[in-house]
Nanobody
Framework: QVYLVESGGGSVQAGGSLRLSCKAP???????????KGWYRQAPGKQRELVAA???????RYADFVKGRFTIASDNSRKTVSLQMNSLKPEGTGGYYC?????????WGQGTQVSVSS
């Protein structure tokens, strides 16, 4: 099984920032590089939804509700994908999950909790 380690979640005030990281320490570098990567959010009582994704050409896409505030980046040499989150809003509260690979065959991290207070 794919082993993904997420970190960086926490509790912040509205307007604050967090940086999430997702590492694949057991994965061969070439395999990590060959997969698209993404970050998803699951708010309480809601379905998991895409926040940001980055492809093999380092082209990033963002959900409308985070554009201009979040930045996704992939460091293939360190087998790490990060999500810099600025200007956080209370609506951003939820579990954040990294995903390696696209579609139903992708692998998920364990999730990290983000709580944004008013």
């Amino acid at each position: 099984q794919v082993y993904l380690v997420e970190s960086g979640g926490g509790s912040v005030q509205a307007g604050g920032s967090l940086r999430l990281s997702c590492k694949a320490p057991r994965m061969i570098t070439s395999v990590f590089r060959s997969n698209i990567k993404g970050w998803y959010r699951q708010a309480p009582g809601k379905q998991r939804e895409l926040v940001a994704a980055i492809n093999l050409d380092d082209e990033a896409r963002y959900a409308d509700f985070v554009k201009g505030r979040f930045t996704i980046a992939s460091d293939n040499s360190r087998k790490t994908v990060s999500l810099q989150m600025n200007s956080l809003k209370p609506e951003g509260t939820g579990g954040y999950y990294c995903k390696l690979g696209g579609g139903d065959s992708g692998s998920w991290g364990q999730g990290t909790q983000v709580s944004v207070s008013s």
